[in-house]
Antibody, heavy 122, light 112 residues
Framework: EVQLVESGGGLVQPGRSLRLSCAASGFTFEEYAMHWVRQAPGKGLEWVSG????????DYADSVKGRFTISRDDAKNSLYLQMNSLRAEDTALYYC???????????????WGQGTLVSVSS | DIVMTQSPLSLPVTPGEPASISCRSS???????????LDWYVQKPGQSPQLLIYLGSIRASGVPDRFSGSGSGTDFTLKITRVEADDVGLYYC?????????FGPGTKVDIK
């Protein structure tokens, strides 16, 4: 059974940093691209960042480019999102998402975690 | 970025009746390989989104055949042949042709 378990969310002041983690199990992690997708309270879905199966290709939404860094550790079956210079508009539930394929160009997000909540407020 | 629109944004349905949601993209989602990079997701109340349809018309694993996706280029449709009470939720289309992947605003399906 595929499981994606996010952690690391919390309440943080504007301008500070936070690191999200996602522990993956139930599939061969190193073979698939992975993504972070967020959902602000009461709002729709926004793709944040993606990383290819080998980490060689990464992409970001313009809204987080230069502030967020995605990475993966295949030895630990884990995905990460380092979030710096956080803003109030980054407040959202952050989902760890598995792609159906190896490359970042997606053919469907087939498994989603339960999400970890990030709240940015003074 | 490719802009995704959906209609209607709210869809009251009667159990046992059919339902249909339209999704349009600002650019063609048809790749030169013949695939349309359009997915459908449903987010049931209190749950994470789940994949229903990928590449325009392929049902994801475990998705009932009451759900079907069709369309090509810029116009796509999700159809439910016979709505069940468990189908309530927010339905999103998403394009995966270009980075960044972009979602439609969502269509809220609920029971009349």
């Amino acid at each position: 059974e595929v499981q994606l378990v996010e952690s690391g969310g919390g309440l943080v002041q504007p301008g500070r940093s936070l690191r999200l983690s996602c522990a993956a199990s139930g599939f061969t992690f190193e073979e698939y691209a992975m993504h972070w997708v967020r959902q602000a309270p009461g709002k729709g879905l926004e793709w944040v960042s993606g990383i290819s199966w080998d980490g060689g290709s990464v992409d970001y939404a313009d809204s987080v480019k230069g502030r967020f860094t995605i990475s993966r550790d295949d030895a630990k079956n884990s995905l990460y999102l380092q979030m710096n210079s956080l803003r109030a508009e980054d407040t959202a539930l952050y989902y760890c998402v598995k792609d159906r394929v190896a490359a970042v160009g997606t053919e469907g997000f087939d498994f989603w975690g339960q999400g970890t909540l990030v709240s940015v407020s003074s | 970025d490719i802009v995704m629109t959906q209609s209607p944004l709210s869809l009251p349905v009667t159990p046992g009746e059919p339902a249909s949601i339209s999704c349009r993209s600002s650019q063609s989602l048809l790749h030169s390989n013949g695939n349309n990079y359009l997915d459908w997701y449903v987010q049931k109340p209190g749950q994470s989104p789940q994949l229903l349809i990928y590449l325009g018309s392929i049902r994801a694993s475990g998705v009932p055949d009451r759900f079907s996706g069709s369309g090509s280029g810029t116009d796509f449709t999700l159809k439910i042949t016979r709505v069940e009470a468990d189908d309530v939720g927010l339905y999103y289309c998403m394009q995966g042709l270009q980075v960044p992947p972009t979602f439609g605003p969502g269509t809220k399906v609920d029971i009349k």
